[in-house]
């Protein structure tokens, strides 16, 4: 990038204060020589240093925020606030418009450039605010040059297609990729999903249309449906993003695709898989800034989070996580190794697949093809010398052993399993011939989880509990219940929490576990010391208006209560 005040100087800085090493900086410029990439993003890219602690630096340097316009999708909202001739007269883009606090990011060559700013101001409606960043003259002229000139709606984008309308680049734009409309199709279906905050597209082809549908807080959304004729282009198009196999059309494929999305760093895991109708697509969206959530952040209770401290605290043992499929397990699990992580410790793990790349942890991804599965691979990693591991999940009656052996090892394991309360994973672990002399000397603790849509602020309305519930279970005389309005696109409910339930072993426990004591035993004594169940934490956050009675009622089991 051609910032103001260059790498050169920001990384010597750093190197000075000690943020980099010596040795980081050398092999990073080895690496420029090969690739010719900058130094500054492979050392972001080896994990030398975090994209915001660089960010930051160029910030304080030249007085203003840093954006990377490289891989940056195009946003249509920002677009249409500014003119392309007065983008190109005075060198700035518009990255991407808040829609709820109505901000305008503009990225400009020179954010001090006060004739410029005044100018889009004068543009933009009553009520939007402006905010500048800077960035690189190259990268600049580049996303002009892709951003204007072609139409980058979904709606406009099928019907250049359907038209069979060329585009009109007479105002400079360049006859790139970009005025193929499938390229633009594709991103317009990316960026749209990541804005609204969905965790999944599915590209879903059936016998004479393509269904496009997101996940989002949990449930699936149907958003648009188009003409089956598209779908050959559009997933070659995928396919080369992700770099897959284009030929390869009768064999699953997973791969990985990179953007840049409202200045933020975003990854899509593609998995692609020979359906009936042709080959159906799924993108995870990941979101790194968002996937590692600060272990205070999660919204538990105080004692729960007390007795979830006292776990880590252990030197050694096995923490699991419980939970369905989409439960945020994976999240949590992140959660508590960022809280644990730090240059003394060796933090080791084995995932299916790694999905957040996280700096100062060695990650490795279970293997078919070299018959590397979680066993396996559990033993590999007991000779790297490590002193926290990571199980992904814990599948099979192997794997559950070797994550037992290797808690008894002097080593502290954390591990997912598929179970409905924390109490039952004792039971699943049983079911898979571990020895209960193990379980009650080895698991420190259990954390099950749901996760449930949260009320929209702006729109909730307070109403009288129903009778049916307020007579057995310990609710408030008023709840609140979902409506619907612009805000949550209708739907009543904006992003989602977890319930919580944490089950620490204690030496009470451990005894009545080793004598083979049943679960409804084991949740009377638990609860004796202060344990709270799954639907405590639902009945707490119902009360304190965060989420409703129907939503909670959708993932745990009332009829018991």
């Given at each position: 990038m051609e910032y103001v005040v260059s790498s050169d100087t920001i990384l010597q800085e750093l190197v000075s204060s000690g943020s980099l090493s010596a040795d980081q900086l050398r092999i990073a410029e080895l690496e420029s020589q090969k690739t010719g990439n900058p130094v500054d993003k492979i050392l972001v890219k080896l994990g030398f240093i975090s994209e915001s602690l660089l960010r930051d630096r160029h910030s304080e340097a030249s007085g203003g925020e840093v954006v990377d316009l490289s891989h940056a999708l195009p946003d249509p909202l920002a677009i249409g606030f500014v003119p392309a001739d007065l983008a190109r007269r005075h060198n700035l883009v518009p990255v991407s418009f808040d829609n709820e606090n109505s901000v305008l990011l503009i990225a400009m060559v020179d954010h001090l450039d006060l004739q410029a700013i005044d100018k889009v101001q004068a543009t933009l409606t009553s009520g939007v605010s402006l905010e500048t960043a800077l960035a690189g003259q190259r990268e600049v002229l580049q996303a002009i040059d892709r951003f204007y000139g072609f139409d980058l709606s979904i709606d406009g984008i099928l019907r250049e297609i359907e038209t069979g309308e060329a585009p009109d680049i007479s105002g400079g734009g360049l006859a790139t990729e970009y005025s193929q409309p499938v390229v633009r199709l594709v991103e317009a279906v990316l960026s749209d999903a990541v804005k609204r905050s969905a965790s999944d597209i599915h590209l879903e082809p059936e016998a004479g249309y393509i269904r496009i549908r997101y996940r989002?807080?949990?449930?699936?959304?149907?958003?648009?449906?188009?003409?089956?004729?598209?779908?050959?282009?559009?997933?070659?198009?995928?396919?080369v993003l992700a770099e897959l196999n284009i030929a390869e059309t009768r064999a699953p494929q997973d791969g990985r695709i990179s953007f840049s999305v409202a200045n933020a760093a975003i990854e899509f895991r593609v998995s692609v898989l020979p359906t009936l109708h042709g080959e159906n697509i799924v993108l995870r969206i990941l979101d790194h800034h968002k996937g590692i959530v600060p272990l205070q952040n999660l919204g538990m209770a105080e004692s729960s989070m007390e007795s979830l401290r006292l776990m880590m605290a252990r030197p050694e043992g096995l923490i699991l996580v419980t939970g369905p499929t989409g439960s945020g397990k994976t999240t949590t699990l992140y959660s508590m190794l960022n809280h644990v992580s730090d240059e003394r410790v060796n933090i080791m793990t084995m995932e299916d697949p790694v999905e957040y790349p996280v700096p100062l942890m060695r990650q490795t991804s279970v293997n078919g093809q070299v018959k590397l599965d979680f066993a396996a691979g559990i033993r590999a990693i007991l000779r790297q010398d490590p002193d926290i591991i990571l199980v992904g999940e814990i599948r099979d009656e192997e794997t559950a052993d070797m994550a037992i052996r290797a808690s008894m090892t002097g080593h502290q394991v954390y591990s997912t399993l598929h179970a409905n309360t924390a109490i039952g994973a004792l039971n699943r672990l049983s079911d898979m011939n571990i020895e209960k002399s193990l379980l009650s000397a080895n698991v420190i603790g259990i954390v099950g989880q749901r996760l449930v849509r949260k009320l929209c602020e702006h729109c909730k309305r307070q109403v009288v509990v129903a009778e049916q519930y307020s007579g057995r279970l310990s609710l408030n005389e008023y709840s609140f219940e979902p409506v619907g309005c612009e805000q949550c696109d209708y739907q009543g409910y904006r992003g989602r929490i977890a319930l919580m339930e944490i089950l620490r072993i204690t030496p009470v426990l451990e005894e009545k576990i080793l004598s083979g004591a049943a679960p409804s035993q084991l949740q009377r004594i638990a609860r004796e010391q202060n344990y709270q169940t799954l639907l405590d934490d639902?009945?707490?956050?119902?009360?304190?208006?965060?989420?409703?009675?129907?939503?909670?009622?959708?993932?745990?089991?009332?009829?018991?209560?």
């Open positions: 989002i807080d949990g449930v699936m959304r149907q958003v648009r449906s188009i003409h089956i004729g598209y779908w050959s282009a559009i997933t070659v198009r995928i396919k639902g009945l707490r956050r119902i009360n304190h208006g965060i989420t409703s009675i129907t939503e909670v009622a959708r993932v745990i089991d009332f009829t018991n209560h």
